[in-house]
Each structure stands twice: as C-alpha cells, then as structure tokens.
C-alpha cells in the first residue's frame, strides 16, 4: 500500500522492501534464477577466500596459509598472512581505483570532444563548474571562449592519469593541514595511472612483502581515487550534465509504466544515459512508441547510472543494484541497456525469460548472450536513438499476461544534493555557505553528519533494509545523513528522502529540516559522487568552528554491504583523509590480525581515522554515533555555552 | 513550520516585484527611459543593488534589467507536499524584494507619491549617512532596530521606542499595521522624531523598508572599503558590524515576510509580537532569524538577545530617561521650563583639576535655589563648577573633560544643552521639571559620567552648582583667568615642540587599512579627535585605538615624513602602506576612512586645491560632488590630489604646507569660508595675505574650474603666481 499520509508519525515506505520479495517469489514460482539462488548454491563460501588467506599471485601457488596455526604458515615464497592480505585489500583497491578512474577518463575525453565539437548533442552546461575545475588547474579563463577553456581543462583532466611528475592537483581542496600530513606522510597521490600500475607491481611475486608498507600505498592509491579518479569524473560530468540541483523524483519498481515503452538504463557512467535522454526527448520516437500501441516511453535507472540520472534530472530510479534482476522481471522492461560496473553476468539469463533486451554499449564491456550496440562520443545520440528504436519494436513482443508491477511501490525523492546545493540552500545565492550546518552542529541540533555509501547484495535476506533501518535511527538522535551509491538507492526506494520525513527526526534535527526544507536523508549521488563528500568535509573545516582537519570533524562514514572492489578503494580514501569509516559484514583482511590492527587501530595515529568492521548491523549506528560523541567531546562543543553576546570591542575582532 | 514563512516571503516578493514593474513602466511612460532616476544626494546610486551587483542604476532604463534579475531570482512557492529545499529560496526571493523595492522608491521620487512628505523623511542623503554611520564605527550606536508596522496602542509605541532609545539604538520606521503606523503613534504623543533623536521615520509604505538596509550597505560601501558587487562581504560585514534587526508589530502579511527575508540575508533576525512560526535554528543570523509572541514589555530585551548584542548602560539615578537619543531633542521655548544663562543670566561651565585631598567624590552641592525657586519661562543665573581630582590627570585634560559636559547633561531627556564655556544656554523643559528633574541631577549626571567614560584618569569628581547670580558672577573671574591660560598654552604647541604623535585606529574596525597620524597642528580628519584627545585617551585606556607614535629620524621635515611615523603606520594598516606625508595631499598624502569632515582636492588648472566640506551637497568644481569623492576616497587608499582633513586643520600652519600652504586654496563652499573664515583671516595675517578669504571663490562665484580660474585672475589670487603645483 502507498503511504497515503506522508506527514504521519512514521512516515516512509513500510512496504519497500516487499516489492523486491514480490518479484522474488514470482521468480522462485517461474523457476527464475536470483542471485539469491546463486548466493544459497556457493554455500558454504571458501573460508581462506573469506580470510584472505589464500595467495594466486604466481604459479608456485596457489597458496594458503592455516588460520589454525596447525598448517602452513607460509606460502611458497615465504609470504605470510599479513602480505597475503595486505596484498589482496591493496589490489582491490587498485582494482576499484582503477573502475572509479577509467569512468573518469571516459568524462576527460568526452569534455575534450564536446569542447571540440565532435561530440554532437553533447555541450558545456555548468560555466561556473567550468571555471571553478579551470581555477584550480590553473588555467587561464581570461577573455577566452567556453569551449577553449573546457578544451584545456580535458586536456589537463586526462594529464592527471598518466603525467610523469606531480601530484594530483584537486588534493588542494582538501584542508591544509591534511595536505600538510599526507606531505609528511609521502601518501599525496601521483598520477592515477601510476598508482594503480605500482599498486600492481607492487602487490606481484616477491616484491612488496611489507604489510605496512602496502597499506600506505594502498591509501595513496585510494586518494588517488577519492581527490582523482571520483572527482574528475564528478566534476567533470557536472560540467557537462549540470550540477545536481534539488530535484523531485520517484523510486523503486513501481516506476516502470505499464503502458509504456519501458527502458532500463544501468551502470555507472551517464555519458550513455545521457545521450539516451537526449534521444527520447525527440518526439517522433514517441509517435513511433504511440505506434506500437505504448502510451509512450518512460526511462528509469538502476545502480548508480540511475543516481546520476535522479540526481540530474529527476528521471525514476528502479532500484539499487540488487534489483537488476528483478526489473527484468517485471516482464514490462523492453530493453536494458548498461555500460560498466555492477552488471550482472546473469541478467543474460533472465532476460531469456522475457522479451526484454539487453545491450551492452561499450568495447570494454561486453556480455555473453547481450546484443552489443557500440556508443562512442561522436555518434552517441545516433546509436542511443538506435537503441531506443529497438525497445519500441520490441513492444510488441511483451506479454502482457508476465507483466508484474509492483505499482505500489514507488516512493518519492527530493535529491540531488551536490555540495554546491548544499552551500545554496543553506544562504541563497547571496549568503551561500556552510555556515549554518557548522552552527547547528556546534549548537547540538545537529549531533554531526554520517555519510552512507555503497553496495547492496544477497549476504543479507531479500527484503532487509539495513540501510534505512540505519538511518530512521540516526536521525531520531539527531544525526544528519548523506548518501550515495545503493544505500542512497536503497533509502531512495522507502520513501526516507522525502522533507515530510523530518517528522522521524530528533528535536534538533527536525527543527534544521524545517528551517531549511529538506529531508533529514540526502541524496549526494552516485558511487562515484563520494567525492562531493571530501568537499564537503573540506568546506565543513574551512567554514570554521569544527577543528582544522577532516579528523577533527564530527562525521563518520558506512557501508553495511560492501561488494565491490570500489568500496574497499572509497573506504581507504575517507579513512585516509581523516573520516572514521565503519563496513558491516567480514573484513577483508580477517586472517592476518596485524593487518587488521592496523587498519582498525594503526592508521588512527598515522591519518587521524581508522577503520572498524562490525558484523553485527545493530551494533553500528551506536559505533558511529560513539565516534561523533567522542569528537564532539574534543571539540568542546558538547559543553552547553552561554550565548555570547557581543560588544563592540567583540565585534571588532570578527572578520569581515 | 518556517515553510510557511518561505512560501509567504516568496509570494510577497511576487507581488512586490509585480508592483514594482507596473510603477516602472508608468513612471517612463510619464518621463521617458532616458529620465535619471536616485536618491537624492548619494554617491552610492540605489545602494543596495549598487552594493550586491555594482550596477550603478542611473536612468529609468537601467531598471528594467535589475526587474530582470529579480524576477530570475524569484523562486517558485514551496510545493505542499514534497517541497524543495526553500531557504536558499527565500533568501533570494527577499533579496529580489529589495532591489525591487528600490526601483519602486526610485519611481516614487519622479511621479510620486513623493517619499518625502509629512513626518516621513525617505532616504537618508550621504551627509547623514556618514555622520551617523561613525556612530556605528565608534559603538556610540550599537546598532538600528528596523520597526515593521505598529504597536497595539500609542503608549506602547512610546513605551518600545524610548526603550530603544535608552539603548542607545538607531530606530528606523517603515510599513504599517492596517494604516496606522510606528512613527505616527510616536508624533500623536508629542515624541519627536528625527535623526537627532535617533527615532527615524523612512515612510508609510512597507517598500521604505529598503531605506534601512540600503543605509547599512552603505555603511558598509563607506567604511568598510567593500566593493561595489562584493555582496558577501557587504553583508557579512552588516552581519558581524551593524547589529541590527527587524521588529515586526502587528500582523505580518506576505510583502512583511518578504522584506523580513531580505533583511535575513543581512544577518538581521526578526522578532515579532504576533503569533507568527519561528526559525530557530541558526547560521544566516548570529542566532536565531525569527522568534515571535514577545509580550511588549520584553520585546526590546528579547530583540537585543536574538541580535546578539551587548549593551552596557550605566544606570544613572536621575527621574528622566537617559541616553545618546535624547541629545538630539530640541527643547523649544514654549517646552521650556527655564534658561541657564542666556540674557541678563550669567553662566558658565567649567573643569578645574584639584589635588585629591581637596574634593570629596560625589559631593553635589547647590549654591542658591534649585528649579521650583524659579519663576517657569526666565532665564537663571547659573555656574557649573566641576572639580576632579586623579594620579593620572592632567592640567592638559581639563578642555578634554570640559567638553564633554554637551553630551554628558544633554542625553538627560528634558535638558538641552547649548553652548561651552561662559557662553552657555542650557534649557530644562517643563516636561523634565514635572518629572522631576532638578539642577543637582546634572550633578549626578556629571559625576556618574565622568567615572563611567575617564575612570582611567579620574578618581574623584565634585560638583558644585551656582545659582545666586553674585556667586557666579564672583566665580566668574576665576573661571576666565583658567580659559585665558588654557587658550595660551595650547596656542604654543606646535609639531615641533613635540616628539610624539598619536595614532588612531579607531575606524579600523570599519577601514582596515587606515589610520589617522595626529598631530598638535594635524587633528584627526574626522575633526573629533586633537592630539590632546589622543594623548588623554591613552592614559585613559593604555591599549586603545590611540598610541604614541615616536617621531623617530627626519626623513623630509618639509614634506612632514618621520621614520618612526612610517615604520608606524606600516605595522598598523596590515603592511599596505608604507609612507604618509603630514604635510602634503601630492606625495604620499594620508589615507582616509571615509568619515572626515572635510576633502581637498587638486584643482590642476588653477593651480590651486579646493576644499569641500561634508554638508555641501551640490556639484563642485573638481567635477564630484562630496558623496562620490567621499565614495572614491574613503576606505583607507592613498590618492595623489585627494586628503581627507578636518576642519580645524584649514587654519593650521601646516595645511598642505608643502604643497604651498594656504595660499593654494581657491575654491570652497561659502557655508565653510564663513564657519572657518576666523581662521583663514588669522593665518593669511600671518603669511602677509590680503584679503585672502574673500579671494576665495565658492559656489556663488563659480562651480567650474573654469570659472575658478576666471575669478582668481579677477581678483588676483595668490596661487596665480607660485610654482606649479604639479
């Protein structure tokens, strides 16, 4: 049932959760595959995988160390569990820095395309953006056209991978003090690339057989992708796409429109999503929709492209990763189309189930049993039309008697809450700052801010919405939240992201929400968009008030479900730049316990913040809301303060 | 709940932004786009969308594309259900109200209904606005409170308003309450109004609320060397600087919510005494932006709270409201109860430092009758015979203490201070004596303050008042022997007799980057601070804005350059400037603050300089009128051929001495040749000129340099035959 009354005592969406289960045990009855199925059938999973204990780097291997004590201890080589581990948590960073940056480098071109003109339909779309990036890579903007200057910031944005000395040139946004430590540290990224290939070299056979030492690349690799890879490609595309402004949208399955050309956009990168947008807007499609008996065509999104696509546009999202399969399901999807990350092998199998399509877009990206329909910059809106050709003549193919629509499950969502929206909402355009958000954290009303980031997945029951169970619990004490990636998705989908939801806040909380307008739960954007954070917490440090690092700021970060490689690459970068940052689940590095240490220990001497894992999911909003407390504390700011008032010797000291 | 502010400000600014393009475009269908369009007598053009986009609106077509970015500004309503953010919003959509409302006022002033009309006063000219605005550079204002609408009654307006006044505040009044208005209920209970009184009735119209914020810009544009189009630091500075706020009486309908959110963005809260939601939370204001259902008796206290203020009176015992607002009421003579001095009535007023074991502090004695003894509308003999003693006073601070008499008796409500010395005209008012006032009051007055203000340098005070006409004839004698030693003794001092100067930072606050040098022949270009203050000053509060400044080494004594002077004023104007030249307004000349009485000006054809004091508002012959030099020069610059001085300074031996002294003056407003002219004479006796003063020309012989010229030949003007000037 929707929920009728958004004002009620417990608004959200109590049934969210349930339009998954629908469409799983529809599948179940269909004799579908989920990856649930798949999850049940790779029980129980190998423990030294689960350890990190078992070694594949060279063919002496593979190699295992026994957990017991009882067996080896060594590899081959003589590697130990800590190298082990310490070697496998530095390659999946290196593997998710790696996904995070290419994406970015896919952005690179496409600006350096569009500012050329050989990217038709694609244009400049936020100049103050444009300047700002051109600022801080100090190029000139002076009596120079748009196009020039987004030419050289391209340009300047593809040197980033690959340029032979430096160091990247966004960790300048970044306090100066913690710029000042990751000096002191030698942790201040290089060139992207070159992280990523010495992360490589450096975690093969007999080379780099010092856990701490490896950890140390690792978070210099990872802020290579925090201040690199993530930011460009969200700089980047806000240059080209707009900058996400304050937008109302709708999510869950529920969005897909029964009577309509349904296409399901999925991935990460908007370029194609994009140029898909572009394409529908062209009203002869939609006659050809009309033709076919649709009532026209409706895009909705999974994963982060549809993040992107919410934050941007307000285009419906579908649902989070987890859900892909389950679109499919509906049996109302004529076509599915995706580019990178997150894409499930299986989605070929389910859609041989239905009539639905799906096609891959990129040479790097290519799936057994998918159509392939290549989507470069200079013919993107050429082929996106040729793909949204292709989901109207395949209306016809629906059958109507396997359509399932959860229609009750869309839940509204007011997102898109860049850092630039951020600034705006909190003084308008003429007194825009963090001001406000510094105050009401030092004033108690907010108790601090803690970011939600990452994936979703089967290790915990279908249904299950830990994310939003989290959040109704921060926010009842008064903690502001932001989120990106699946969680955002997942809160997204249950109706939390909505203003009228500051009804399940704190006192304070609920009296900022409703100075401001907006919801306690905001919605930052894609995976990738956990750079909007850094800034952010950067600006959060500038405005004053709140320490003089990110480490002295009353945040934290989580993510309960980590899957992907990326979030082991995210986690290391907000570790290394100062935020406590807590994983649900195992973590990656159980067998060797000085790795462990160090992470969940060591690094807080080193960078200020640390790591925790907790496997308990209830045990985690009181880990987080501790670490705030506990920040809060050494601020001074949890001491009750007399207003001060202000003479005019007082004034005099204020800047002005 | 503050939703249901947002939405109300954002539908007033549509309605505000609507009228204002209907006045538009009847005011150029009656005058044409071509038709200038200002506020009388400003540098600053419309000066609140001259200070947030350093566009200066001149004619009627300029307005057209301010409408425009206003209404790009107008946000939509908040949605009822699933609203966006609205803060950001609202903000913008008061910021629209205002440069919409100033564009409206602009209209008002060409086919009217003109805003000067009544009691209503409409904008504030830059004479006003600078010579109050260094009231909010020194504190002696703390800040304005913006009244919005009205009090449920008269006697409570009176009540709020003399409350803010004993606060020392700036009351600005706009807007109404279903017609009836704060600054009417004021007048209908004989209150007086004014900028004298600190009680300041812009207009009827909630529009005129623009009058206020466009004051505190300029405030900000003046002293605070913000850039035109820097509209962060404008308004950051009215947050952090001018602590004002709005005081919303009786209802507050959308155009009030409006004009609320735009005074928000100054950092002003409002504080409503209506049932209207609050916005506690805080950020944009210090505290909270809107608190509501304040009970009248509270409301000032509450104002003061939210604002952030600090305002530290020091009760004084006397039956009469007190405070900086009373000085400025007239007491006319039919209000009068009696005169002291003034014809046939003797009368004097004087400080003469004792050796502490000759007085007793607190001691008020009358010599004759008090009030009731008089008979009402005569005049009195009367002498007010002040003794202080303190290890840190000086004979030197006697004329300090002295003058402060004005300001000290005159901010008793019911006493009106006229004149210094033996010349005194003091009036009580009938309304005072029926309160209960006395002449001992002035007594306790002179006693509190003195301890209040010079604690530093005073230890005791005794007061002795004289009203038998023999004995203050008697005291008399005594009293002008002291002024004729005291004239003698400061006429000695000169630079060179000294080797310390004093600084003053005083208007840093506002000017970063300026300081005054002063000098016993140099006082501060605001004309209210000699060297004598300075050093007095210093003894009272050792780390206050006035230091010793040591000479140090001669560099050019012509030009009047020290070393010590430079090293100075390099440590104290944040390393930005490195040389200041007493004597000249070409090399190196002082910076200013933008807060000095008078300007000189190079007048390259003639040879010669002009000098323009503040209160001349006409066109002079350097082609700028006062306000946009004031605009050009004010905020701590150095600008070859411009000085900011006193007016004392015209009459010294060292005015622009290396320049050529005296002599170069050619031109100057005839209201200033006939208040400094004693000066002008003394010193060209000085220097062997003849008739110098009337050889300077001023408005009535000529407003161009041209014309300058012209007359100094027909007259032949000294300046005609020295050395270029240049």
Request: one cysteine or more.
């Amino acid at each position: 049932m929707e929920n009728k009354n958004p004002t009620s005592k417990t608004p959200g969406n109590p049934t969210a959760g349930s339009a998954s289960l629908k469409l799983l045990e529809r599948m179940k009855a269909e004799g579908i595959e989920t990856i649930y199925d798949r999850y049940q059938l790779q029980q129980p999973q190998c423990g030294y995988g689960q350890l990190a204990l078992c070694c594949r780097h060279c063919n002496w291997g593979p190699c295992n160390i026994d957990p017991f004590g009882k067996g080896p201890k060594k590899g081959v080589c003589g590697a130990d569990a800590n190298t082990f581990a310490a070697r496998q948590f530095l390659r999946m960073a290196a593997a998710g820095t790696a996904s995070h940056a290419d994406h970015a480098r896919a952005v690179a071109y496409l600006l350096v395309a569009a500012a050329r003109g050989e990217a038709p339909g694609y244009k400049i779309k936020d100049e103050e953006k444009l300047m700002m990036v051109a600022e801080c890579f100090g190029v000139k903007t002076e009596g120079r056209k748009i196009n020039e200057i987004a030419e050289e910031v391209g340009e300047m944005a593809l040197a980033e991978f690959g340029k032979p000395y430096g160091t990247q040139l966004f960790v300048k946004r970044a306090p100066e003090s913690r710029q000042k430590l990751w000096e002191k540290l030698g942790i201040t990224p290089r060139a992207i690339d070159r992280e990523v290939a010495e992360s490589m070299h450096r975690t093969s056979m007999g080379t780099d057989q010092d856990y701490r030492n490896l950890i140390k690349q690792a978070m210099r690799l990872s802020l290579a992708n925090g201040w690199g890879g993530s930011m460009l490609a969200t700089e980047l595309q806000d240059i080209l796409f707009g900058t996400p402004k304050p937008v109302l949208g709708k999510s869950n399955l529920g969005v897909l429109k029964k009577d309509y050309v349904n296409i399901i956009i999925h991935g990460h990168e908007p370029i194609i999503a994009e140029a898909i947008v572009m394409a529908t807007s062209d009203p002869s499609l939609t006659k050809a929709a009309q033709a076919v008996g649709a009532k026209g065509i409706a895009i909705a999104g999974i994963c982060c492209t549809a993040n992107e696509l919410l934050v941007r546009h307000g285009i419906p999202m579908a649902g989070h990763m987890t859900m892909q399969e389950l679109a499919v399901a509906t049996g109302a999807v004529e076509l599915m189309v995706v580019d990178v990350q997150c894409i499930i092998q299986a989605l070929a199998d389910t859609v041989q189930h239905f009539h639905t399509k799906l096609i891959t877009t990129l040479s790097k990206a290519k799936i057994c049993g998918a159509e392939h329909v290549e989507v470069d910059e200079e013919h993107a809106v050429e082929a996106a039309k040729k793909i949204v050709w292709m989901a109207i003549d395949n209306y016809p193919n629906r059958n109507p008697s396997k359509v399932f629509i959860p229609e009750d499950t869309g839940a509204e969502v007011v997102a898109g809450f860049s850092h630039e929206t951020i600034k705006y909402m909190l003084g308008g355009r003429f007194r825009a700052s963090y001001r406000p958000l510094n105050d009401n954290i030092m004033n108690g009303r907010i108790r601090g801010v803690v970011g939600i980031a990452g994936c979703t997945g089967p290790k915990v029951p279908a249904g299950d919405e830990n994310y939003v169970s989290l959040v109704k619990e921060l926010i009842s004490k008064d903690f502001l939240v932001v989120g990106t990636g699946c969680a955002a998705g997942q809160c997204a989908g249950s109706g939390v992201m909505i203003p009228e939801f500051k009804d399940a806040c704190g006192k304070g909380l609920k009296e900022v929400c409703e100075t401001v307008g907006i919801p306690p739960v905001l919605h930052a954007g894609a995976c990738v968009d956990n750079s909007r954070i850094l800034i952010a917490c950067s600006e959060m440090v500038k405005e004053g008030g709140l320490g003089n690092d990110i480490s002295d700021l009353p945040v934290a970060g989580v993510c309960l479900e980590w899957m992907s490689e990326k979030a082991i690459a995210i986690g290391q970068y907000f570790v290394a730049s100062g935020v406590f940052t807590v994983f649900g689940m195992n973590s990656p590095v159980t067998g060797a316990p000085d790795v462990l240490k160090l992470l969940t220990e060591g690094l807080e001497e080193q960078v200020g913040a640390r790591w925790a894992f907790e496997r308990d999911m209830k045990k985690i909003p009181q880990l987080l809301m501790d670490h705030i407390e506990k920040k809060r504390d050494a601020l001074g700011i949890n001491v009750a303060k007399e207003r001060k008032l202000y003479d005019m010797e007082d004034r005099r000291k204020l800047e002005v | 709940m503050s939703k249901i502010i947002a939405a109300a400000a954002i539908r007033g600014a549509h309605k505000i932004v609507q009228k204002a393009e209907k006045k538009l475009a009847e005011t150029v269908a009656q005058k044409g786009r071509d038709c200038p369009v200002e506020f009388p007598n400003t540098g600053y053009y419309l000066p609140i969308i001259y200070s947030m986009t350093g566009i200066p609106v001149k004619t009627l077509g300029d307005c057209f594309k301010i409408l425009e970015m206003a209404k790009g500004m107008l946000p939509p309503v908040p949605e009822e259900r699933h609203w966006l953010p609205y803060l950001g919003h609202a903000l913008d959509a008061g910021m629209a109200t205002l440069f919409a409302e100033e564009v409206l006022e602009g209209c008002k002033y060409l086919i009217g209904p003109h805003p000067v009309e009544g009691i209503w006063l409409g904008a504030a000219d830059d004479v006003i606005m600078r010579e109050r605005g260094i009231e909010f550079v020194d504190g002696t204002a703390p800040g304005f409170a913006a009244i919005v609408g009205a009090a449920p009654d008269a006697d409570t307006a009176v009540k709020i308003a003399r409350e803010l006044q004993q606060k020392n505040l700036y009351v600005f009044m706009s807007a109404n309450t279903h017609g009836v208005s704060f600054a009417e209920q004021l007048t209908s209970k004989g209150v007086q109004l004014g900028w004298k009184t600190r009680l300041v009735p812009f207009g009827k119209d909630i529009t005129a609320t623009v009058y206020s914020l466009g004051f505190a810009n300029r405030a900000a544009l003046a002293f605070g060397a913000v850039k035109p189009g820097d509209f962060r630091r404008n308004l950051l500075y009215n947050k952090n600087r001018i602590f004002a706020f709005v005081m919303a009486l009786g209802e507050v309908d959308d155009e009030k919510y409006a004009n609320a959110a735009g005074a928000i963005n100054y950092g002003f809260p409002t504080i409503a005494d209506t049932d209207i939601p609050e916005i506690l939370p805080t950020g944009v204001c210090t505290y909270e932006h809107v608190v509501s259902q304040i009970p009248h008796d509270r409301i000032v206290d509450k104002a003061i709270e939210v604002r952030g203020l600090k305002i530290s009176i020091h009760k004084i015992d006397i039956p009469v409201p007190y405070g900086p607002a009373f000085e400025g009421e007239r007491i006319r003579k039919e209000d009068m109860y009696v005169e002291l001095g003034g014809p046939g009535a003797p009368g004097f007023e004087f400080v003469v430092m004792k050796d502490t074991h000759e007085i007793t502090d607190g001691k008020i004695t009358m010599v004759g009758p008090d009030l009731e003894e008089f008979k009402e509308g005569t005049a009195i003999p009367a002498g007010i015979y002040i003794e202080v003693a303190g290890r840190k006073m000086q004979k030197d601070f006697e004329p300090i203490l002295e003058r402060q008499i004005h300001r000290f008796i005159g901010e008793a409500q019911g006493i009106f201070h006229m004149g210094q010395r033996d010349q005194i005209r003091h009036r009580i008012s009938k309304e005072g004596f029926k309160a209960g006032l006395r002449l001992r009051h002035v007594g306790t007055i002179i006693h509190a303050k003195f301890h209040e203000e010079y604690g530093a340098i005073v230890d005791k005070v005794q007061v002795t008042i004289y009203t038998n006409k023999a004995e203050v004839e008697k005291r008399l004698g005594e009293v002008h022997r002291a002024f004729a030693e005291r004239d003698e003794r400061i006429l000695g001092m000169n630079d060179e007799s000294v080797n310390l100067f004093y600084s003053c930072t005083l208007c840093q606050s506002f000017a970063p980057t300026h300081l005054c040098v002063i000098s016993p022949e140099r006082s501060g270009l605001c004309g209210s601070v000699s060297w004598l203050d300075g050093k007095a000053s210093f003894e009272i509060n050792p780390r206050g804005p006035n230091q010793p400044i040591e000479k140090g080494k001669v560099i050019d004594e012509n030009i009047g350059q020290w070393e010590g002077v430079n090293r100075f004023l390099l440590e104290n104007s944040r390393h930005k400037v490195e040389r200041v030249s007493m004597y000249s307004m070409i090399a190196d000349p002082m910076t200013s603050c933008g807060c000095f009485e008078c300007i000189s000006v190079l007048l390259p054809m003639c040879n010669g300089i002009m000098t323009v004091h503040r209160d001349f508002t006409e066109m002079t012959p350097c082609g700028m009128k006062f306000s946009t030099l004031a605009g050009s020069v004010g905020g701590g610059l150095q600008c070859p051929g411009f000085s900011g001085h006193s007016k004392f300074f015209i009459g010294s031996r060292k005015f622009m001495a290396a320049d050529g002294g005296m002599q170069r003056l050619v031109w100057m407003p005839k209201e200033l040749k006939e208040e400094v002219g004693h000066f002008i004479e003394k010193r060209a006796k000085e220097l062997g000129l003849e008739d110098f003063l009337n050889k300077i020309a001023d408005e009535t012989t000529a407003t161009t340099e041209e014309e300058v010229l012209a007359y100094m030949q027909q007259v032949n003007h000294p300046a005609l035959s020295m050395a270029p000037l240049i």
